[in-house]
């Protein structure tokens, strides 16, 4: 699992972007290569979200009699199925937008989950200052200190391995970095004008971080967002081709692909496609926050 | 360096080092009675009284917390249920394969990230710079798991030049070293690229190059020593991904280190190994922390210096 | 309630009702760096102990050179910042124990309006519901009713019909208008101004001035008016409160302070005002200072202004003078005020 963090510009840099995503971010100046990330992306999530309709078998229908059979490309027979079959003959499509679908959605509420609590935290820390500033570092630093893969296993180990369980790691996997960014953007924000003046109109705290801080510092927020997604999507697909992750009945990417490497000399497209799908997924995500990021501080390399 | 700098630091380091060990003993307490979950069901009773006393099971609560702390000093941690030796000494077996894997990989990821970046800095913004780049995207952006899967398809069962796993020979670490070097090249790249442009732009290189110095000189002498400090860091945070990366790594390849005894240690919910791996891992990534930090602390004087005239 | 001692009355009204603001003793000291490793804290003393007093629908201004901490008396009176110690009295109501609910409830009465325009406004509201955020906040009037409340507003500032624009669209003029729209929504009694045209093109000051002091005719409005800018004060202000390193020196009248200036800051503060037509001319020998301003780290020992000052006796090196009444109603703090005169 890759959790090495990206340089993140100083807050008052940021702050003077101030919309939330700059009009003149969208069409001209969007790279063919960043556009087709996107697209890919948009292509997964309609696959992710409709994949019980899409999927031509059930994804648990098994079919004894045609185990291990290549995709159509390799495959002569009439009825051959698209990307083929796995040990027990469910079609791969099929459980493979099903196991999209998971993983998706996991990494997705995983995510939220995180930003929630870590911009939550941030805002805390930096309103309240003081001790309760202090101890929400150090359990930010304390987080960033040991490699989530270790902790999730650990917790995995002592306490089983429940669905819940396994979202509420999901959730625990990023807060920190959402903490830290916020609370330094929040920090910065506060001593704007527009901070002290709504203050001094005598708005409450929460009022003023909801309706003018958050709004105003989103937009690094959101790219952090597109950095933490793929990591999300590691944490669990790692955890799951281990097989400490997502179990049967229930199917993920990474447990397909730990299925499938057993059958590398025989079945190869069982491991391969599915990591394909995880690979570009990640890889899109990736490009994409990227170039978001450029977009709302240029001068960042 | 700032006495007070080092005294905090270390401060620091004690303290996230015992809120790990607090952790695992809290989650340990909560879970159920540590001699069934850190010793083997069929063991011999007497061991279990033994162990029993030792950890204090009888006695009130935060003698068991201070006891606890002492059994973890001296690297107790129960008995694994696999192979009924003491987790301690099944961990120990296993850290110097992880360690070899470890080191090689450090090497390649510097070997092959450094060189990158400066490649990419001295020719920025033309395709070879952007191909670099893109290399470094792709690096961290897929899956170790999935690499080194894709290697074994490529080289062990198609074009056999490789063994598939295991440990033994050279060409055994061959291909876990480049799965788990790959994303941290990609990432060091980037970093070296952007301190070697700042670096770059300083006048005083312009200078030299204005008294004649070639360019191998520049970089060798002048800018590199100045990146130093951001490649440290980078170092320094990469250190914890690495561990996690090594854990599938070493599961992938069939690598016999500490990564591999976890996940079989988490599957059986052998406890004890569990946890001694987890306060191992705690101390290595405080200890490699805190020696960023002094390093940070000695080496940024230095940069300091220099900095005065672009800063301000 | 302690009664609070009244220190610049201006001898030709009569004894009025108590003071809309009464402020005594005021500090606020801002830890500095340490000496060393474990040396003591360096104390930066922002306000050095000020008293005075505003009455209801007067102009007090407060000048002094930038860092003298005018500012911050504004920001202190208004608990935006916290006090070291000290009193601030509102309307008869002491403000030093109250807690965080009533001093929210309080703000619909005092306002500040300051010098970055640009920042004072989100960037991603409109100008219509940043003005009637005020009214939303204090509940006032109903829901229905507040957008015209502020278009209504935005109409007496000059803004006409700007409810719908957005911050970045309109000019540094503008802008404070619509700060100062918001500020007045909420019906407040006393304004705190801070450097409130310094940003702007001097052209524009004018306009945004007039347009304080009619809205303070027509509202009833009691000003607190920080500027370094001498000709605007004497173009806006009631009395003035002269200010150095901290302290007020010498606080009266408009006329008392331009006409008769008896501080020998004051003196070399009123002397280099330019004046395109010399109505009548200050008596007295101009005043040069040496030196400069120093750091309010380490201000000098006894008066603050001794080493620059020509009339500096030993006495002024060793013991820091007080605030004092005069017999025409002015306050002044120095040992020789007659010296310069």
Not at chain 2, 80 to 100: C, D, G, H, M, Y
Not at chain 2, 156 to 185: D, E, K, Q
Request: glycine share 8%; with cysteine; net charge positive.
């Amino acid at each position: 699992m890759t959790g090495i963090p990206h340089p993140v510009p100083p807050a008052a840099r940021l702050l003077q972007r101030r919309r939330l995503l700059p009009r003149r971010l969208l069409p001209h100046g969007l790279p063919a290569s960043v556009a087709a990330c996107i697209g890919f992306l948009a292509a997964i999530a309609f696959l992710a979200v409709f994949a019980r309709l899409l999927a031509p078998y059930g994804h648990e229908a098994t079919d004894l009699l045609h185990r291990l059979r290549p995709p159509f490309w390799m495959d002569r027979a009439i009825d051959a199925h698209l990307l083929g079959t796995d040990k027990l003959g469910r079609d791969l499509l099929s459980r493979l937008l099903v196991a999209t679908q998971v993983s998706m959605a996991l990494a997705l509420l995983g995510t939220l989950i995180g930003a929630v609590l870590g911009i939550a935290l941030g805002i805390l820390a930096a309103h309240r200052g003081g001790w309760v500033d202090e101890l929400v570092m150090m359990a930010v630093d304390w987080q960033a200190a040991m490699p989530f893969l270790i902790i999730a296993l650990a917790v995995l180990a002592f306490l089983g391995n429940d669905f819940l369980l396994f979202l509420a790691l999901m959730g625990l996997a990023g807060w920190e970095t959402y903490a830290r960014l916020t609370r330094g953007l929040v920090l910065a924000a506060r001593e704007q004008g527009y901070a002290v003046a709504v203050r001094s109109l005598g708005a409450r705290p929460g009022r003023l971080y909801l309706r003018h801080i958050l709004p105003n510092v989103m937009g690094p927020l959101i790219v952090q967002l597109t950095l933490n997604f793929p990591q999300t999507i590691l944490l669990e697909t790692s955890l799951s081709f281990l097989g400490l992750g997502i179990q049967p009945p229930l199917t993920s990417l990474g447990q397909m692909l730990g299925e499938g490497r057993d059958y590398l000399l025989t079945a190869w497209w069982l491991a391969v496609i599915p990591g394909a799908v995880i690979f570009l997924t990640t890889l899109s995500m990736s490009i994409a926050g990227d170039w978001l990021r450029s977009r709302l501080d240029p001068t960042q390399l | 360096m700032n006495l007070r700098y080092a005294a905090i630091k270390i401060l620091r380091a004690v303290l996230t080092l015992w809120l790990v060990v607090t952790f695992v003993f809290v989650v340990l307490r909560v879970t159920g009675d540590p001699t069934e979950q850190l010793l083997p069901d069929d063991i011999d009773p007497l061991i279990r009284d033994y162990y029993r006393t030792a950890w204090g099971l009888d006695r009130p609560l935060w003698e068991q917390y201070l006891k606890y702390f002492q059994s973890a000093f001296h690297g107790d941690f129960g008995i694994s249920f696999r192979n009924r030796l003491p987790a301690a000494e099944v961990i120990w077996q296993r850290i110097p394969k992880t360690l070899e894997l470890g080191l090689a990989t450090f090497a390649a990821a510097l070997a092959m990230g450094i060189p990158l970046g400066v490649f990419a800095a001295l020719n920025r913004d033309r395709w070879l710079d952007r191909l670099t780049m893109s290399f470094a995207v792709f690096g961290f952006s897929m899956p170790n798991f999935f690499l080194g899967i894709l290697l074994i398809l490529l080289f062990a069962l198609h074009l056999r030049i490789l063994p598939s796993s295991g440990y033994g020979t050279a060409a055994h670490m061959v291909m876990p070293v480049i799965t788990l070097a790959t994303a941290f090249a990609g990432s060091i790249a980037r970093f070296t690229r952007s301190a070697m442009l700042e670096v770059l732009a300083r006048d005083y290189l312009r200078t030299a190059e204005a008294a004649g110095a070639g360019l191998g000189r520049r970089v060798w002498r002048h800018a590199l020593p100045n990146a130093a400090i951001p490649i440290v860091t980078i170092v320094g945070f990469s250190l914890g991904g690495m561990i996690g990366g090594a854990v599938v790594t070493e599961n992938v390849f069939a690598w016999p280190g500490v990564g591999r005894l976890l996940t079989s240690a988490v599957a059986d919910r052998d406890l004890s190994v569990v946890q001694g791996i987890v306060v191992l891992v705690a101390v290595t990534m405080v200890a490699a922390n805190l020696a960023v930090d002094l390093a940070y602390g000695w080496l940024d004087p230095r940069v300091r210096v220099g900095a005065r005239e672009r800063t301000r | 309630m302690a009664a609070v001692e009244s220190l610049a009355v201006a001898p030709d009204r009569d004894p009025e009702p108590a003071p809309l603001l009464a402020v005594r003793d005021l500090v606020k000291v801002y830890p500095g760096p340490r000496r060393g490793l474990f040396g003591p804290r360096r104390e930066l003393t922002a306000v050095a102990g000020v008293s005075f007093e505003l009455a209801a629908g007067e102009t007090l201004a407060i000048v002094g050179e930038s860092g003298c901490g005018k500012s911050t008396v504004g920001n202190l009176v208004l608990n935006l910042i916290e006090p070291t110690s000290g009193r601030v009295a509102f309307d008869g109501e002491d403000l030093s124990a109250t807690g965080a609910d009533r001093w929210r409830a309080l703000r619909g009465d005092m306002q500040l309006i300051f010098q970055d325009s640009r920042s004072a406004l989100d960037p991603r509201l409109s100008i219509g519901d940043q003005v009637r955020e005020g009214l939303d906040i204090h509940g006032l009037g109903a829901p229905a009713e507040r957008r015209a409340e502020a278009e209504a507003m935005l109409e007496a500032v000059g803004l006409p019909g700007f409810a719908d624009r957005y911050p970045h669209a309109l000019s540094g003029g503008q802008q404070q208008r619509a700060v100062i729209a918001r500020a007045l929504a909420v019906g407040p009694r006393l304004v705190v101004c801070d450097e409130p045209v310094a940003a702007l093109d001097v052209s524009i000051q004018a306009q945004v001035v007039n347009l304080l002091t009619d809205l303070q005719a027509r509202l009833g409005l009691s000003y607190l008016f920080i500027s370094h800018d001498l000709s605007l004060v004497r173009h806006v202000s009631d009395r003035i409160a002269v200010m150095y390193l901290g302290a007020f020196v010498e606080v009266g009248s408009r006329r008392q302070i331009f006409d008769e200036p008896r501080h020998p800051y004051t003196r070399a503060l009123i002397g280099a005002v330019p004046v395109a037509r010399a109505r009548r001319e200050p008596r007295g020998r101009p005043v040069r200072l040496s030196g400069e301003v120093p750091s309010p780290l380490d201000p000098p020992p006894g008066c603050s202004l001794h080493p620059r000052c020509p009339f500096a006796t030993g006495r002024c090196r060793a013991e820091r003078p007080l605030p004092r009444r005069q017999a025409d109603g002015r306050s002044i703090a120095c040992h020789h005020p007659e010296a310069a005169a």
